[in-house]
């Protein structure tokens, strides 16, 4: 059994900066992959970062030079630094551990808000 748990959502203004984390346990032999998805009302879910067991990371081209994904010091643990928010970044963001290279353990979602 695998349990993935994020925290660190909330509201925050146009420009302004906010630090999701994620972690992950339970029966978990390695250090697998680890993401970012969100869904924001109305649309499909996207891949918003992801980063390997090897520390090689990829984002979304919305996110790129605002958004950065890195590792905890604890196995499989991850965080989402976000800045310079934008009101299209409001969404419910959801962190995965992946096996077999597919996202397969999900979070319940964090809600993030970017509003004046």
């Known amino acids: 059994q695998v349990h993935v748990v994020e925290s660190g959502g909330g509201l925050v203004q146009p420009g302004g900066s906010l630090r999701l984390s994620c972690a992950a346990s339970?029966?978990?032999?390695?250090?697998?992959?680890m993401g970012w998805y969100r869904q924001a009302p109305g649309k499909q879910s996207e891949l918003v970062a992801r980063?390997?067991?090897?520390?090689?990371?990829n984002y979304a081209d919305s996110v790129k030079g605002r958004f950065t994904i890195a590792r905890g010091n604890s196995k499989n643990m991850v965080y989402l630094q976000m800045n310079s928010l934008k009101p299209s970044d409001t969404a419910v963001y959801y962190c995965?551990?992946?096996?077999?290279?597919?996202?397969?353990?999900w979070g319940q979602g964090t809600q993030v808000t970017v509003s004046s």
């Open positions: 339970g029966s978990i032999s390695s250090v697998n992959d």
């Open positions: 980063i390997t067991g090897g520390g090689s990371t």
């Open positions: 995965t551990l992946y096996t077999y290279g597919s996202p397969r353990y």
